[in-house]
Protein backbone atom coordinates (compact mmCIF):
# COMPACT_ATOMS: atom_id res chain seq x y z
CA UNK A 1 0.00 0.00 0.00
CA UNK A 2 1.50 3.15 -1.01
CA UNK A 3 0.22 6.55 1.22
CA UNK A 4 1.84 8.46 -1.30
CA UNK A 5 -0.57 7.49 -4.35
CA UNK A 6 -3.60 7.29 -2.18
CA UNK A 7 -2.62 10.98 -0.89
CA UNK A 8 -2.90 12.38 -4.46
CA UNK A 9 -5.74 9.85 -5.40
CA UNK A 10 -7.85 11.23 -2.83
CA UNK A 11 -6.43 15.07 -3.96
CA UNK A 12 -8.05 13.95 -7.19
CA UNK A 13 -11.07 12.63 -6.40
CA UNK A 14 -12.05 15.72 -4.19
CA UNK A 15 -11.45 17.93 -8.09
CA UNK A 16 -13.60 15.91 -10.43
CA UNK A 17 -16.66 17.15 -11.62
CA UNK A 18 -18.97 15.79 -9.57
CA UNK A 19 -20.34 16.68 -6.35
CA UNK A 20 -18.41 15.60 -3.10
CA UNK A 21 -19.12 12.24 -1.96
CA UNK A 22 -21.81 12.26 -4.76
CA UNK A 23 -19.94 9.10 -6.48
CA UNK A 24 -20.59 7.06 -3.26
CA UNK A 25 -18.32 3.79 -2.71
CA UNK A 26 -16.88 3.91 -6.46
CA UNK A 27 -15.28 6.79 -4.48
CA UNK A 28 -13.33 4.68 -2.08
CA UNK A 29 -12.87 1.96 -3.83
CA UNK A 30 -10.72 3.70 -6.90
CA UNK A 31 -8.91 5.30 -4.04
CA UNK A 32 -8.01 1.82 -2.42
CA UNK A 33 -6.94 0.41 -5.89
CA UNK A 34 -4.69 3.31 -6.44
CA UNK A 35 -3.11 2.97 -3.32
CA UNK A 36 -2.40 -0.81 -4.32
CA UNK A 37 -1.48 0.01 -7.70
CA UNK A 38 0.95 3.12 -7.04
CA UNK A 39 -0.20 5.82 -8.69
CA UNK A 40 -2.87 8.13 -8.22
CA UNK A 41 -4.64 7.78 -11.39
CA UNK A 42 -4.61 3.96 -12.32
CA UNK A 43 -5.96 1.58 -15.14
CA UNK A 44 -7.29 -1.77 -15.07
CA UNK A 45 -6.49 -3.74 -17.90
CA UNK A 46 -5.16 -7.00 -16.90
CA UNK A 47 -7.58 -9.04 -14.76
CA UNK A 48 -6.67 -12.32 -13.56
CA UNK A 49 -9.27 -14.92 -12.84
CA UNK A 50 -8.37 -18.31 -10.91
CA UNK A 51 -9.88 -21.37 -10.29
CA UNK A 52 -8.96 -24.13 -8.41
CA UNK A 53 -10.47 -27.31 -7.76
CA UNK A 54 -10.23 -30.01 -5.14
CA UNK A 55 -11.95 -33.10 -3.95
CA UNK A 56 -13.27 -33.80 -0.57
CA UNK A 57 -13.08 -36.92 1.50
CA UNK A 58 -15.79 -35.71 3.76
CA UNK A 59 -18.37 -36.10 0.63
CA UNK A 60 -18.86 -40.19 2.01
CA UNK A 61 -20.88 -38.68 4.50
CA UNK A 62 -23.57 -36.88 2.41
CA UNK A 63 -23.09 -33.75 2.60
CA UNK A 64 -23.63 -32.47 -0.79
CA UNK A 65 -26.65 -32.46 -3.46
CA UNK A 66 -24.12 -33.23 -6.15
CA UNK A 67 -22.07 -36.01 -6.55
CA UNK A 68 -18.36 -35.67 -6.34
CA UNK A 69 -17.48 -36.73 -10.06
CA UNK A 70 -19.22 -33.25 -10.90
CA UNK A 71 -15.85 -31.71 -9.95
CA UNK A 72 -13.62 -33.14 -12.68
CA UNK A 73 -16.98 -32.41 -15.22
CA UNK A 74 -17.05 -29.00 -14.11
CA UNK A 75 -13.31 -28.76 -14.55
CA UNK A 76 -13.68 -29.75 -18.24
CA UNK A 77 -16.48 -27.44 -18.57
CA UNK A 78 -14.48 -24.66 -17.35
CA UNK A 79 -11.78 -25.57 -19.73
CA UNK A 80 -14.15 -25.55 -22.64
CA UNK A 81 -15.69 -22.58 -21.86
CA UNK A 82 -19.07 -23.33 -20.92
CA UNK A 83 -19.83 -22.08 -17.36
CA UNK A 84 -20.68 -19.12 -16.06
CA UNK A 85 -17.32 -17.89 -14.59
CA UNK A 86 -16.33 -18.51 -18.39
CA UNK A 87 -18.86 -15.76 -19.57
CA UNK A 88 -18.21 -13.53 -16.71
CA UNK A 89 -14.43 -13.79 -17.00
CA UNK A 90 -14.87 -13.14 -20.64
CA UNK A 91 -17.47 -9.73 -20.53
CA UNK A 92 -15.27 -8.40 -18.16
CA UNK A 93 -12.09 -9.00 -19.81
CA UNK A 94 -10.46 -11.46 -17.37
CA UNK A 95 -7.63 -13.65 -18.28
CA UNK A 96 -8.88 -17.12 -16.58
CA UNK A 97 -6.95 -19.88 -15.36
CA UNK A 98 -7.93 -22.95 -13.93
CA UNK A 99 -6.25 -25.62 -11.39
CA UNK A 100 -7.70 -28.82 -10.85
CA UNK A 101 -5.49 -30.26 -7.62
CA UNK A 102 -4.99 -33.65 -7.45
CA UNK A 103 -8.80 -34.39 -8.20
CA UNK A 104 -8.17 -38.27 -7.89
CA UNK A 105 -6.85 -38.21 -4.68
CA UNK A 106 -9.20 -36.29 -2.48
CA UNK A 107 -9.05 -35.02 0.81
CA UNK A 108 -9.18 -37.23 4.12
CA UNK A 109 -12.70 -37.28 5.49
CA UNK A 110 -12.31 -34.25 8.49
CA UNK A 111 -14.24 -36.67 10.45
CA UNK A 112 -12.10 -39.24 10.40
CA UNK A 113 -7.94 -37.14 9.83
CA UNK A 114 -6.80 -33.82 9.10
CA UNK A 115 -7.87 -33.31 5.43
CA UNK A 116 -4.70 -32.93 4.14
CA UNK A 117 -0.85 -33.67 5.67
CA UNK A 118 1.67 -30.97 6.49
CA UNK A 119 3.38 -31.56 2.70
CA UNK A 120 -0.06 -31.60 0.87
CA UNK A 121 -1.56 -27.94 2.54
CA UNK A 122 1.94 -26.83 1.40
CA UNK A 123 1.67 -27.88 -1.90
CA UNK A 124 -1.81 -26.53 -2.27
CA UNK A 125 -0.28 -23.31 -0.60
CA UNK A 126 2.32 -23.13 -3.11
CA UNK A 127 0.30 -23.63 -6.31
CA UNK A 128 -1.94 -21.18 -5.14
CA UNK A 129 1.15 -18.79 -4.79
CA UNK A 130 2.38 -19.76 -8.35
CA UNK A 131 -0.94 -19.41 -10.10
CA UNK A 132 -0.83 -15.51 -9.84
CA UNK A 133 0.16 -13.87 -12.81
CA UNK A 134 2.70 -11.07 -11.35
CA UNK A 135 1.65 -8.86 -14.27
CA UNK A 136 -2.09 -8.80 -13.22
CA UNK A 137 -3.67 -5.51 -11.66
CA UNK A 138 -6.57 -7.38 -10.25
CA UNK A 139 -7.16 -11.06 -9.00
CA UNK A 140 -10.41 -12.70 -8.69
CA UNK A 141 -9.98 -16.64 -6.77
CA UNK A 142 -12.57 -18.75 -7.41
CA UNK A 143 -13.32 -22.24 -6.68
CA UNK A 144 -15.04 -25.96 -7.51
CA UNK A 145 -15.21 -28.72 -5.27
CA UNK A 146 -18.28 -31.03 -4.84
CA UNK A 147 -18.86 -30.82 -0.48
CA UNK A 148 -16.40 -27.58 -0.20
CA UNK A 149 -19.25 -25.92 1.40
CA UNK A 150 -18.97 -28.65 4.52
CA UNK A 151 -15.18 -27.98 4.61
CA UNK A 152 -15.42 -23.90 4.46
CA UNK A 153 -18.18 -24.12 7.11
CA UNK A 154 -15.65 -26.14 9.39
CA UNK A 155 -12.54 -23.52 8.54
CA UNK A 156 -14.97 -20.17 9.46
CA UNK A 157 -16.04 -21.74 12.65
CA UNK A 158 -12.72 -23.19 14.02
CA UNK A 159 -11.16 -19.30 13.16
CA UNK A 160 -14.14 -17.60 14.14
CA UNK A 161 -15.45 -19.28 16.83
CA UNK A 162 -19.62 -20.58 17.38
CA UNK A 163 -21.44 -23.46 16.78
CA UNK A 164 -21.30 -25.69 13.94
CA UNK A 165 -25.00 -24.61 13.21
CA UNK A 166 -24.23 -21.29 12.67
CA UNK A 167 -22.04 -22.24 9.87
CA UNK A 168 -23.34 -24.45 7.60
CA UNK A 169 -26.20 -23.77 5.47
CA UNK A 170 -27.38 -25.71 2.08
CA UNK A 171 -24.62 -25.31 0.09
CA UNK A 172 -25.71 -26.18 -3.65
CA UNK A 173 -28.95 -26.94 -2.28
CA UNK A 174 -29.25 -30.05 0.09
CA UNK A 175 -32.83 -30.46 1.83
CA UNK A 176 -33.40 -30.39 5.75
CA UNK A 177 -32.04 -34.03 6.79
CA UNK A 178 -28.86 -33.55 4.42
CA UNK A 179 -28.40 -29.82 6.34
CA UNK A 180 -28.48 -31.92 9.76
CA UNK A 181 -26.30 -34.41 8.71
CA UNK A 182 -23.90 -31.64 6.82
CA UNK A 183 -23.87 -29.37 10.16
CA UNK A 184 -23.41 -32.83 12.31
CA UNK A 185 -20.13 -33.37 10.29
CA UNK A 186 -18.88 -30.09 10.83
CA UNK A 187 -19.13 -30.46 14.03
CA UNK A 188 -17.45 -34.16 14.78
CA UNK A 189 -14.12 -32.66 12.39
CA UNK A 190 -14.30 -29.22 15.48
CA UNK A 191 -14.25 -31.31 17.85
CA UNK A 192 -12.06 -34.06 16.52
CA UNK A 193 -9.14 -31.85 15.37
CA UNK A 194 -9.86 -29.64 18.46
CA UNK A 195 -6.48 -28.68 19.46
CA UNK A 196 -4.56 -28.57 16.28
CA UNK A 197 -7.14 -25.81 14.77
CA UNK A 198 -6.25 -23.40 17.20
CA UNK A 199 -4.11 -21.99 14.53
CA UNK A 200 -5.60 -21.28 11.84
CA UNK A 201 -3.40 -22.44 9.21
CA UNK A 202 -3.91 -25.69 11.10
CA UNK A 203 -7.07 -24.88 10.59
CA UNK A 204 -7.39 -25.01 6.80
CA UNK A 205 -5.23 -28.31 6.73
CA UNK A 206 -7.39 -30.36 8.75
CA UNK A 207 -10.61 -29.04 8.25
CA UNK A 208 -9.75 -27.83 4.16
CA UNK A 209 -9.13 -28.48 1.21
CA UNK A 210 -6.16 -28.11 -1.46
CA UNK A 211 -8.51 -25.45 -3.66
CA UNK A 212 -8.80 -23.22 0.05
CA UNK A 213 -5.72 -23.52 0.87
CA UNK A 214 -4.68 -22.67 -3.01
CA UNK A 215 -7.19 -19.45 -2.84
CA UNK A 216 -5.31 -18.33 0.57
CA UNK A 217 -1.65 -19.14 -1.50
CA UNK A 218 -3.11 -17.07 -4.41
CA UNK A 219 -4.00 -14.12 -2.18
CA UNK A 220 -1.31 -13.86 0.13
CA UNK A 221 0.93 -14.11 -3.10
CA UNK A 222 -1.37 -11.13 -4.61
CA UNK A 223 -0.24 -8.93 -1.79
CA UNK A 224 3.69 -9.95 -2.35
CA UNK A 225 3.08 -8.38 -5.81
CA UNK A 226 0.69 -5.54 -4.52
CA UNK A 227 -2.61 -6.78 -6.52
CA UNK A 228 -5.68 -5.65 -5.27
CA UNK A 229 -7.69 -9.13 -5.00
CA UNK A 230 -11.80 -9.23 -5.14
CA UNK A 231 -13.24 -12.18 -3.10
CA UNK A 232 -16.05 -14.55 -4.18
CA UNK A 233 -18.67 -16.18 -1.79
CA UNK A 234 -18.35 -18.58 1.25
CA UNK A 235 -15.31 -21.00 0.38
CA UNK A 236 -13.38 -18.22 -0.65
CA UNK A 237 -14.09 -15.73 2.15
CA UNK A 238 -13.77 -18.83 4.32
CA UNK A 239 -9.81 -19.48 2.67
CA UNK A 240 -9.55 -15.67 3.23
CA UNK A 241 -10.45 -15.81 6.50
CA UNK A 242 -7.85 -18.21 7.72
CA UNK A 243 -5.40 -15.44 6.39
CA UNK A 244 -7.05 -12.72 7.96
CA UNK A 245 -6.73 -14.96 11.58
CA UNK A 246 -3.05 -15.78 10.91
CA UNK A 247 -1.76 -12.08 10.67
CA UNK A 248 -4.10 -9.15 11.24
CA UNK A 249 -4.48 -6.66 7.95
CA UNK A 250 -3.80 -9.62 6.16
CA UNK A 251 -6.75 -8.78 3.82
CA UNK A 252 -6.25 -5.01 3.44
CA UNK A 253 -5.64 -5.43 -0.24
CA UNK A 254 -8.68 -7.29 -0.42
CA UNK A 255 -12.56 -6.42 -1.10
CA UNK A 256 -15.45 -8.51 -0.90
CA UNK A 257 -16.89 -8.89 -4.62
CA UNK A 258 -20.63 -9.92 -3.08
CA UNK A 259 -22.82 -11.27 -0.31
CA UNK A 260 -23.40 -15.46 -0.87
CA UNK A 261 -26.96 -16.28 -0.66
CA UNK A 262 -25.49 -18.87 1.50
CA UNK A 263 -26.34 -18.19 4.72
CA UNK A 264 -23.15 -18.03 6.88
CA UNK A 265 -21.21 -15.76 4.67
CA UNK A 266 -22.67 -12.32 5.63
CA UNK A 267 -21.36 -13.64 9.11
CA UNK A 268 -17.85 -14.32 7.45
CA UNK A 269 -17.82 -10.66 5.70
CA UNK A 270 -19.15 -9.24 8.97
CA UNK A 271 -16.42 -11.02 11.19
CA UNK A 272 -13.38 -9.84 8.24
CA UNK A 273 -14.72 -5.92 8.62
CA UNK A 274 -15.89 -5.75 4.23
CA UNK A 275 -18.79 -4.88 3.28
CA UNK A 276 -19.76 -6.59 0.01
CA UNK A 277 -20.17 -4.61 -3.32
CA UNK A 278 -23.14 -6.67 -4.21
CA UNK A 279 -25.71 -8.53 -3.17
CA UNK A 280 -27.64 -10.40 -5.56
CA UNK A 281 -28.29 -13.71 -4.35
CA UNK A 282 -25.84 -15.65 -6.17
CA UNK A 283 -24.65 -19.27 -4.58
CA UNK A 284 -22.63 -20.30 -7.21
CA UNK A 285 -18.45 -20.35 -6.14
CA UNK A 286 -16.28 -20.56 -9.26
CA UNK A 287 -15.49 -16.82 -8.47
CA UNK A 288 -18.80 -15.83 -9.87
CA UNK A 289 -19.87 -13.33 -7.53
CA UNK A 290 -16.44 -11.70 -7.35
CA UNK A 291 -15.70 -11.22 -11.29
CA UNK A 292 -19.22 -9.47 -11.74
CA UNK A 293 -17.68 -6.80 -9.15
CA UNK A 294 -15.08 -6.91 -11.50
CA UNK A 295 -17.39 -4.24 -13.64
CA UNK A 296 -18.10 -2.09 -10.42
CA UNK A 297 -14.53 -1.69 -10.11
CA UNK A 298 -13.83 -0.60 -13.43
CA UNK A 299 -16.65 1.64 -13.12
CA UNK A 300 -15.01 2.97 -10.50
CA UNK A 301 -11.73 3.41 -11.97
CA UNK A 302 -12.53 4.69 -15.43
CA UNK A 303 -14.76 6.91 -13.42
CA UNK A 304 -11.66 8.33 -11.06
CA UNK A 305 -9.25 8.03 -13.67
CA UNK A 306 -10.75 9.49 -16.75
CA UNK A 307 -12.90 12.46 -15.72
CA UNK A 308 -12.31 16.15 -16.18
CA UNK A 309 -11.41 18.06 -13.11
CA UNK A 310 -13.73 21.36 -12.05
CA UNK A 311 -10.72 23.05 -14.13
CA UNK A 312 -10.19 21.23 -16.51
CA UNK A 313 -13.88 21.08 -17.29
CA UNK A 314 -14.36 24.88 -16.70
CA UNK A 315 -17.45 24.02 -14.08
CA UNK A 316 -18.35 25.57 -11.06
CA UNK A 317 -17.51 23.81 -8.20
CA UNK A 318 -20.48 25.09 -5.90
CA UNK B 1 -43.38 -8.57 -23.58
CA UNK B 2 -42.75 -11.85 -25.52
CA UNK B 3 -44.41 -14.81 -23.15
CA UNK B 4 -42.88 -17.49 -25.73
CA UNK B 5 -39.78 -16.07 -25.54
CA UNK B 6 -40.02 -15.75 -21.74
CA UNK B 7 -41.02 -19.61 -21.69
CA UNK B 8 -38.02 -20.74 -23.71
CA UNK B 9 -35.59 -18.74 -21.54
CA UNK B 10 -36.74 -20.13 -18.46
CA UNK B 11 -36.20 -23.84 -19.48
CA UNK B 12 -33.30 -22.84 -21.01
CA UNK B 13 -32.06 -21.91 -17.88
CA UNK B 14 -33.06 -24.43 -15.90
CA UNK B 15 -30.70 -26.75 -18.44
CA UNK B 16 -27.30 -24.35 -17.53
CA UNK B 17 -24.70 -26.08 -15.51
CA UNK B 18 -25.09 -24.89 -12.61
CA UNK B 19 -27.14 -25.67 -9.46
CA UNK B 20 -30.82 -24.44 -9.53
CA UNK B 21 -30.93 -20.83 -8.78
CA UNK B 22 -27.46 -20.11 -7.98
CA UNK B 23 -27.06 -17.25 -9.95
CA UNK B 24 -30.08 -15.60 -7.95
CA UNK B 25 -31.40 -12.74 -9.79
CA UNK B 26 -28.97 -12.75 -12.51
CA UNK B 27 -31.29 -15.60 -13.61
CA UNK B 28 -34.53 -13.34 -13.18
CA UNK B 29 -32.90 -10.48 -15.15
CA UNK B 30 -32.09 -12.50 -18.05
CA UNK B 31 -35.20 -14.49 -18.23
CA UNK B 32 -36.62 -10.69 -18.26
CA UNK B 33 -34.34 -9.45 -20.64
CA UNK B 34 -35.44 -12.01 -23.07
CA UNK B 35 -38.85 -12.00 -22.36
CA UNK B 36 -38.80 -8.02 -23.95
CA UNK B 37 -36.16 -8.91 -26.60
CA UNK B 38 -38.27 -11.87 -28.21
CA UNK B 39 -35.61 -14.42 -28.09
CA UNK B 40 -34.32 -17.49 -25.28
CA UNK B 41 -31.31 -16.45 -25.76
CA UNK B 42 -30.52 -12.95 -26.28
CA UNK B 43 -27.60 -10.56 -26.92
CA UNK B 44 -26.91 -6.99 -25.76
CA UNK B 45 -24.95 -5.24 -28.13
CA UNK B 46 -26.16 -2.46 -28.64
CA UNK B 47 -26.83 0.10 -24.77
CA UNK B 48 -28.14 3.39 -25.43
CA UNK B 49 -27.47 6.28 -22.32
CA UNK B 50 -29.24 9.30 -23.04
CA UNK B 51 -28.96 12.15 -20.80
CA UNK B 52 -31.21 15.22 -20.64
CA UNK B 53 -30.48 18.52 -19.29
CA UNK B 54 -33.18 21.29 -18.41
CA UNK B 55 -33.01 24.31 -16.13
CA UNK B 56 -35.22 25.08 -13.37
CA UNK B 57 -36.87 28.22 -12.35
CA UNK B 58 -37.48 27.15 -8.90
CA UNK B 59 -33.70 27.71 -8.39
CA UNK B 60 -34.82 31.31 -7.67
CA UNK B 61 -36.15 29.85 -4.67
CA UNK B 62 -32.60 28.68 -3.47
CA UNK B 63 -32.68 24.95 -3.47
CA UNK B 64 -29.68 24.09 -4.94
CA UNK B 65 -25.97 23.80 -3.54
CA UNK B 66 -24.90 24.74 -6.55
CA UNK B 67 -25.44 27.97 -8.97
CA UNK B 68 -27.50 27.36 -12.03
CA UNK B 69 -25.01 27.95 -14.90
CA UNK B 70 -23.86 24.83 -13.39
CA UNK B 71 -26.51 22.47 -16.04
CA UNK B 72 -25.11 24.49 -18.97
CA UNK B 73 -21.07 24.04 -18.27
CA UNK B 74 -21.53 20.33 -17.34
CA UNK B 75 -23.48 19.87 -20.68
CA UNK B 76 -20.10 20.94 -22.63
CA UNK B 77 -18.46 18.63 -20.14
CA UNK B 78 -20.72 15.38 -21.25
CA UNK B 79 -20.04 16.85 -24.99
CA UNK B 80 -16.43 16.77 -24.21
CA UNK B 81 -16.21 13.67 -22.96
CA UNK B 82 -15.13 14.32 -19.35
CA UNK B 83 -17.98 13.62 -16.81
CA UNK B 84 -18.55 10.06 -14.64
CA UNK B 85 -21.34 8.98 -17.36
CA UNK B 86 -18.88 9.42 -20.39
CA UNK B 87 -16.25 6.73 -18.39
CA UNK B 88 -19.23 4.34 -17.43
CA UNK B 89 -20.38 4.27 -20.91
CA UNK B 90 -17.30 4.06 -22.50
CA UNK B 91 -16.30 1.46 -19.78
CA UNK B 92 -19.89 -0.58 -20.52
CA UNK B 93 -19.83 0.09 -24.39
CA UNK B 94 -22.81 2.64 -24.34
CA UNK B 95 -23.29 4.92 -27.17
CA UNK B 96 -24.47 8.39 -25.33
CA UNK B 97 -26.63 11.00 -26.37
CA UNK B 98 -26.89 14.48 -24.96
CA UNK B 99 -29.63 16.30 -25.31
CA UNK B 100 -29.79 19.87 -24.05
CA UNK B 101 -33.38 21.05 -23.44
CA UNK B 102 -34.06 25.07 -23.99
CA UNK B 103 -31.28 25.60 -21.10
CA UNK B 104 -31.61 29.66 -21.75
CA UNK B 105 -35.21 29.33 -20.56
CA UNK B 106 -35.82 27.51 -17.52
CA UNK B 107 -39.76 26.43 -16.38
CA UNK B 108 -41.57 28.99 -14.40
CA UNK B 109 -41.26 28.58 -10.55
CA UNK B 110 -43.31 25.77 -9.49
CA UNK B 111 -44.49 27.96 -6.47
CA UNK B 112 -45.62 30.85 -8.60
CA UNK B 113 -46.74 29.33 -11.98
CA UNK B 114 -47.35 26.11 -13.02
CA UNK B 115 -43.71 24.83 -14.34
CA UNK B 116 -43.98 24.22 -17.94
CA UNK B 117 -47.14 24.77 -20.39
CA UNK B 118 -48.84 22.45 -22.04
CA UNK B 119 -46.94 22.74 -25.39
CA UNK B 120 -43.59 22.88 -23.49
CA UNK B 121 -43.83 19.55 -21.67
CA UNK B 122 -45.54 17.96 -24.75
CA UNK B 123 -42.44 19.10 -26.42
CA UNK B 124 -40.24 17.40 -23.72
CA UNK B 125 -42.05 14.35 -24.25
CA UNK B 126 -41.69 14.38 -28.06
CA UNK B 127 -37.48 15.40 -27.38
CA UNK B 128 -37.24 12.03 -25.02
CA UNK B 129 -39.74 9.98 -27.35
CA UNK B 130 -37.49 10.69 -30.37
CA UNK B 131 -34.18 10.46 -28.87
CA UNK B 132 -34.42 6.78 -28.42
CA UNK B 133 -32.92 4.80 -31.13
CA UNK B 134 -34.96 1.76 -32.07
CA UNK B 135 -31.87 -0.23 -32.80
CA UNK B 136 -30.72 -0.13 -29.12
CA UNK B 137 -31.12 -3.26 -26.90
CA UNK B 138 -31.28 -1.40 -23.76
CA UNK B 139 -31.54 1.87 -22.45
CA UNK B 140 -30.53 4.19 -19.59
CA UNK B 141 -31.93 7.79 -19.53
CA UNK B 142 -30.04 10.00 -17.47
CA UNK B 143 -30.27 13.29 -16.40
CA UNK B 144 -28.58 17.10 -15.30
CA UNK B 145 -30.16 20.67 -14.15
CA UNK B 146 -29.28 22.31 -11.18
CA UNK B 147 -32.89 22.13 -8.67
CA UNK B 148 -34.04 19.07 -10.22
CA UNK B 149 -34.02 17.56 -6.71
CA UNK B 150 -36.38 19.59 -6.05
CA UNK B 151 -38.62 18.89 -8.96
CA UNK B 152 -38.46 15.38 -8.48
CA UNK B 153 -39.42 15.15 -5.02
CA UNK B 154 -42.18 17.63 -5.81
CA UNK B 155 -43.59 15.12 -8.68
CA UNK B 156 -43.09 12.15 -6.37
CA UNK B 157 -45.29 13.94 -3.64
CA UNK B 158 -47.94 14.32 -6.33
CA UNK B 159 -48.12 11.07 -7.53
CA UNK B 160 -47.44 9.01 -4.32
CA UNK B 161 -49.03 11.06 -1.82
CA UNK B 162 -47.54 12.10 1.93
CA UNK B 163 -45.85 15.42 3.09
CA UNK B 164 -43.31 16.95 0.98
CA UNK B 165 -40.74 16.13 4.00
CA UNK B 166 -41.27 12.84 2.90
CA UNK B 167 -39.38 13.32 -0.28
CA UNK B 168 -37.11 16.24 -0.14
CA UNK B 169 -33.71 15.24 0.45
CA UNK B 170 -30.49 16.73 0.25
CA UNK B 171 -29.26 16.63 -3.52
CA UNK B 172 -26.35 17.79 -4.22
CA UNK B 173 -25.55 18.23 -0.95
CA UNK B 174 -27.34 21.37 1.10
CA UNK B 175 -27.03 22.12 4.49
CA UNK B 176 -29.67 21.93 7.50
CA UNK B 177 -31.38 25.68 6.41
CA UNK B 178 -31.13 24.86 2.44
CA UNK B 179 -33.15 21.37 3.33
CA UNK B 180 -36.05 23.44 5.37
CA UNK B 181 -36.23 25.83 2.40
CA UNK B 182 -36.67 23.18 -0.41
CA UNK B 183 -38.51 21.19 1.98
CA UNK B 184 -41.23 24.54 1.95
CA UNK B 185 -40.39 25.06 -1.37
CA UNK B 186 -41.79 21.63 -2.76
CA UNK B 187 -45.36 21.70 0.26
CA UNK B 188 -45.95 25.15 -1.38
CA UNK B 189 -45.59 23.77 -5.24
CA UNK B 190 -47.99 20.90 -3.78
CA UNK B 191 -50.96 23.49 -2.38
CA UNK B 192 -50.42 25.65 -5.76
CA UNK B 193 -51.14 22.69 -7.94
CA UNK B 194 -52.81 20.64 -5.70
CA UNK B 195 -56.13 20.21 -7.88
CA UNK B 196 -54.19 19.55 -11.15
CA UNK B 197 -51.83 17.58 -9.89
CA UNK B 198 -54.12 14.53 -9.71
CA UNK B 199 -53.49 13.77 -12.70
CA UNK B 200 -49.60 12.71 -12.96
CA UNK B 201 -48.83 13.95 -16.51
CA UNK B 202 -50.38 17.10 -14.89
CA UNK B 203 -48.21 16.53 -11.70
CA UNK B 204 -45.33 16.53 -14.34
CA UNK B 205 -46.51 19.52 -16.14
CA UNK B 206 -46.53 21.83 -12.73
CA UNK B 207 -44.08 20.66 -11.05
CA UNK B 208 -41.87 18.44 -13.44
CA UNK B 209 -38.66 20.09 -15.75
CA UNK B 210 -38.14 19.20 -19.13
CA UNK B 211 -35.78 16.62 -18.44
CA UNK B 212 -37.93 14.89 -16.59
CA UNK B 213 -40.54 14.90 -19.42
CA UNK B 214 -38.01 13.92 -21.79
CA UNK B 215 -37.03 11.15 -19.41
CA UNK B 216 -40.44 10.05 -19.39
CA UNK B 217 -40.93 10.23 -23.18
CA UNK B 218 -37.71 7.96 -23.76
CA UNK B 219 -39.15 5.35 -21.23
CA UNK B 220 -42.21 5.31 -22.64
CA UNK B 221 -40.77 5.24 -26.46
CA UNK B 222 -38.35 2.20 -25.30
CA UNK B 223 -41.59 0.35 -24.37
CA UNK B 224 -43.06 0.89 -28.30
CA UNK B 225 -39.68 -0.87 -29.47
CA UNK B 226 -39.31 -3.60 -26.69
CA UNK B 227 -36.03 -2.18 -25.31
CA UNK B 228 -35.59 -2.83 -21.83
CA UNK B 229 -34.68 -0.09 -19.50
CA UNK B 230 -32.48 0.82 -16.12
CA UNK B 231 -33.48 3.18 -14.04
CA UNK B 232 -31.28 5.79 -12.41
CA UNK B 233 -31.59 7.43 -9.30
CA UNK B 234 -34.40 9.89 -7.58
CA UNK B 235 -34.80 12.26 -10.51
CA UNK B 236 -35.14 9.55 -13.40
CA UNK B 237 -37.18 7.05 -11.01
CA UNK B 238 -39.65 10.28 -10.19
CA UNK B 239 -40.03 10.98 -14.12
CA UNK B 240 -40.98 7.13 -14.72
CA UNK B 241 -43.28 7.30 -11.80
CA UNK B 242 -45.29 9.27 -13.44
CA UNK B 243 -45.50 6.89 -16.34
CA UNK B 244 -46.46 4.31 -13.52
CA UNK B 245 -49.10 6.47 -12.20
CA UNK B 246 -50.52 7.28 -15.73
CA UNK B 247 -50.72 3.41 -16.64
CA UNK B 248 -50.60 0.25 -15.00
CA UNK B 249 -47.74 -1.50 -16.07
CA UNK B 250 -46.25 1.07 -17.69
CA UNK B 251 -42.94 0.08 -16.26
CA UNK B 252 -42.84 -3.74 -16.71
CA UNK B 253 -39.69 -3.07 -19.34
CA UNK B 254 -37.87 -1.34 -16.01
CA UNK B 255 -35.62 -2.56 -14.06
CA UNK B 256 -34.23 -0.29 -10.84
CA UNK B 257 -30.39 0.03 -11.56
CA UNK B 258 -29.69 1.13 -8.47
CA UNK B 259 -30.49 2.63 -5.00
CA UNK B 260 -29.58 5.80 -4.53
CA UNK B 261 -28.28 7.86 -1.03
CA UNK B 262 -30.92 10.62 -1.76
CA UNK B 263 -33.16 9.18 1.03
CA UNK B 264 -36.39 9.22 -0.78
CA UNK B 265 -35.59 6.93 -3.41
CA UNK B 266 -36.05 4.15 -1.70
CA UNK B 267 -39.56 5.12 -1.29
CA UNK B 268 -40.20 5.65 -4.61
CA UNK B 269 -38.52 2.53 -5.78
CA UNK B 270 -40.70 0.64 -3.19
CA UNK B 271 -43.73 2.05 -4.57
CA UNK B 272 -42.78 1.16 -7.76
CA UNK B 273 -42.31 -2.32 -6.86
CA UNK B 274 -38.71 -2.73 -8.04
CA UNK B 275 -35.53 -3.90 -5.94
CA UNK B 276 -32.61 -1.76 -7.13
CA UNK B 277 -29.62 -4.34 -8.38
CA UNK B 278 -26.84 -1.81 -7.09
CA UNK B 279 -26.87 -0.43 -3.75
CA UNK B 280 -23.19 1.99 -3.65
CA UNK B 281 -24.30 4.78 -2.26
CA UNK B 282 -24.15 7.02 -5.44
CA UNK B 283 -26.51 10.00 -5.76
CA UNK B 284 -25.04 11.66 -9.13
CA UNK B 285 -27.48 11.30 -11.60
CA UNK B 286 -26.34 11.65 -15.07
CA UNK B 287 -27.36 8.08 -15.55
CA UNK B 288 -24.32 6.68 -14.04
CA UNK B 289 -25.82 4.11 -11.37
CA UNK B 290 -27.89 3.05 -14.24
CA UNK B 291 -24.85 2.27 -16.57
CA UNK B 292 -23.46 0.89 -13.53
CA UNK B 293 -25.95 -1.35 -13.51
CA UNK B 294 -25.62 -2.28 -17.18
CA UNK B 295 -22.52 -4.36 -15.92
CA UNK B 296 -25.08 -6.31 -13.68
CA UNK B 297 -27.18 -7.11 -16.67
CA UNK B 298 -24.15 -7.43 -19.24
CA UNK B 299 -23.27 -10.49 -16.74
CA UNK B 300 -26.47 -11.98 -16.85
CA UNK B 301 -26.78 -12.22 -20.33
CA UNK B 302 -23.73 -13.45 -21.04
CA UNK B 303 -24.25 -15.84 -18.33
CA UNK B 304 -27.89 -17.05 -19.82
CA UNK B 305 -26.97 -16.92 -23.39
CA UNK B 306 -23.45 -18.42 -23.14
CA UNK B 307 -23.10 -20.80 -20.54
CA UNK B 308 -23.60 -24.87 -21.69
CA UNK B 309 -26.27 -26.91 -20.52
CA UNK B 310 -25.50 -29.80 -18.43
CA UNK B 311 -26.11 -32.11 -21.48
CA UNK B 312 -24.01 -30.12 -23.52
CA UNK B 313 -21.36 -30.32 -20.83
CA UNK B 314 -21.51 -34.00 -19.90
CA UNK B 315 -21.77 -32.72 -16.46
CA UNK B 316 -24.01 -34.51 -13.80
CA UNK B 317 -27.33 -32.45 -13.15
CA UNK B 318 -27.35 -33.67 -9.16
Redesign the interface.
Known amino acids: KNTEAQAGAEARNGQ???????????EDLAIWYASWRGTDRPEMKAPQVIIFAGNHGVCAQGVS???P??TV??V??FE?????I???S???GAKMDVHALDLDTPTADFTQAPAMTEEEVVAALQTGWNAVDPNADVLVTGEMGIGNTTSAAAVAAAVFGGEAGDWTGRG??VDDAGLSRKTDVVARGLALHADAIKDPLQALRCLGGRELAAMAGAIAAARSCSIPVILDGFICSAAAASLHAAQDGALDHVVAGHLS?EGAHANILSNLGKDP????????GEG?GA??AL??L??AI??HS???TFA?????D?
Chains 1, 2 share one sequence.
Do not use: D, I, W
Open positions: LTKPPGALGRLAFPEVQMANHGGAANQLKAFTGALLSLGLRLSALGVKGACGMAEAGVAG
